[in-house]
C-alpha cells in the first residue's frame, strides 16, 4: 500500500492591497464594504464602504473629493441611477469606512455600487469598476427556519463506574499531599495491546507508573487521559499517585479515574478507584516502585460514584469523541428561477451541499463565538446550483468547538451542546412570487456516516466503507434515516458573520520522507503551518492509515509530541478498497 500526503495550507484573509496596471489620472479600485469584496447576507444597516486609489505612479496625487452611487440593481446602476444612495459630490480625502447614508436598507436588499474620485485639481476619475453587497435576514421576524439536530442523553464513560477516592472520611480534607498507589498484575496469557489510564483528581495531580512519570492534571471536572502501555511489565504492577489539594481551609479533596487494559482477545479488564487503593499521608522513599512495601498505607476511603456532590460529572477523552452528522432535505422548485439564496448557521463546523455539489469555497464554517452570545450565520446565492423540479439539500455537521467536552491539556474549553443546524433557502421565481425551504422536523439526520470522529485537537476519524453515496443528491432512499429533532437555540443573537471565512489557499508538497522505524513514515513540509494533510491511496478494505501531526521532530528522527499536551492531533482514514482513494478532513 502507498500513501501519498499533500498538506492544505488554510488562512484566515485579512485585507489584500494590490496595485492594479497603471493608467494616467486617479481611479478608485479595490472597491470594499464592511472591509469585504462583494459580500452577501450583511447586518449592519449602515455598510461602511472603502477604496483605493491609484495614479498609475505619478507622485503627489491626492484625493480631495468623491461620489457615490447605490442602486438596487446593476441595471440603474449602469444607467448612473442611484435610487439607493445619490452622494453627489463630496469634499473629502475620506477613502476608508465611508458610512451609506441613503435610503434604509430592508432584509434581502441587494446593492450595486461605484464610486468616482476628484484629485487635487478637482478632475474627476472615471467611474470605477462596480461591486456589490446584499442584507441579511435583518429582523428576527424573517427567519422562518427552526434550530435541528439531534440532542443525545450523556454516553457513560469509562469512567462511569469509578467511584472517588480520598484519604480522608468525607469529601474535605486539609491542605496539603495525599498519596495513592494501586497494584494488580497483568493477566497470564493474554497478549496486551492497549493500556489507557484516565484521571481526575481535586486539585491536580502527578501519576506515575512503575516508578516511570505517566500523567498530569489540574482539573476535578476533565479527566486526563494518555496511553501507557509501554510502561507496563509482566507481573507485578502499581499506579502511584500523588493529589495536592490547594486552599488554606478544609476543602474537597480526591482522586477518581480508572486503567484500562484491552487485549487480542476477550473483555478489557478496568481497574478503578475502589476500596483497593491505598493511601497515605506523606511522601514515602521510593513510594511509586512496584517492588514498594504498602502495608502500613490504610485503604483509600471510597466516597461515591461519579456525579456525586461536591464534583458532578467528569467529562474523560470518549465523551468528546462524537460522530459528524448528516442532514438533508429534497425539495421541488416548480417555476422558472430569478435568484435562489440560502442562510445556513451549522454549528459547531458545517458544509452545505445542494444537489451534490459543495457550497461556496470556504472551510470550517462558520466562525467561532462565544455561542451564547452570538452565533454567526452564512449567506451563499446558489441559483446557479438549483433546477426547476427535484432538488436536495444535504449539511455536514461536525463538533467544532461547540460540542467540545475537553481535558485541562493543552486547554480546557467550553461545551455547549450538541451540533444543531439553521438553514432558510428562498427561491425567488421571475413571476415575482417566492418559495421558501427551512431547516425543520421533516429533514432527516444520521450519524452513521463516514466521519465516526472529529475534533479540532484530537482529529478526525474516517470510515469509507460507511459513505452514503449520493445522499445530498434528488431520489437518495433516506427513509432508514430518522427524523431531525426541534432542538433549543444556542441562546445568544444571530448574527450575519462579517469576517471573512477560512479557505484552502495553497497546497504544499513534502520536501522529505525518511521512516524512521519500520512501517512508519515522516513526511516533512518544510515549515510550520495552519491545515491538513490530503491523503491518496489504495490498498484493501479495512485497511487503516493513522496521520499523527507535531511542529518538529526528535533526535531519532519520529514526531516530537510533548508540546501538545494532551491534543491527538490524530487522524485515522480506513479503506473501502476501490481502487485510488482520495480523502481530506472537513472538521479539524
Known sequence: MRNFYLFRALVCPALLFVHTAAWAGIEAGHLRCEYRENPQGIDEPLPRLSWQLDAGGTRGVRQSAYRILVASSAARLKQNSGDLWDSGRVASDQSVQVVYAGKPLASRQPCFWKVRVYDQDGTASGWSAPAAWSMGLLRPADWQARWIGR???????????????????????????????RTFELPAGRALIRAELSLAGDNAFDAWVNGQEALKGRSFSAASAKAVTDLLAPGRNVIAVQVNNLGETPNPAGLVGALTLTFDSGDPVVIATDAHWKTFGQETPQWQQPAFDDTAWQPAAVLGEVGMKPWGDVTGHSDRILAARMLRKPFTATKK???????????????????????GDAVLSPGLTHYTARTFYVTHDVTGLLKRGENALGVWLGNGRYYAPRDNAPTRTTGYGYPKLLLQLEIDYADGTRDTVVSDDTWRITDQGPITANNEYDGEDYDARREFPGWAEPGFADAAWPLAQIVDAPGGALAAQMDEPIRVTETLKPVTLTEPRPGVFVFDMGQNMVGWCRLAVRGPAGTTVTMRHAETLQPDGTLYMANLRGAKVTGRYTLKGKGRETYEPRFT
Do not use: H, M
Open 151 to 181: 440532542d443525545e442523553t450523556p454516553r457513560d464513560s469509562r469512567l462511569k463506574a469509578c467511584s472517588w477516592i480520598a484519604f480522608a472520611k468525607t469529601a474535605n480534607d486539609v491542605p496539603g499531599l495525599r498519596y495513592y498507589r
Open 337 to 359: 428561477l430569478a435568484r435562489a439564496t440560502v442562510y445556513v448557521s451549522g454549528i459547531g463546523l458545517s458544509e452545505l451541499y445542494l444537489n451534490g455539489g459543495k457550497v
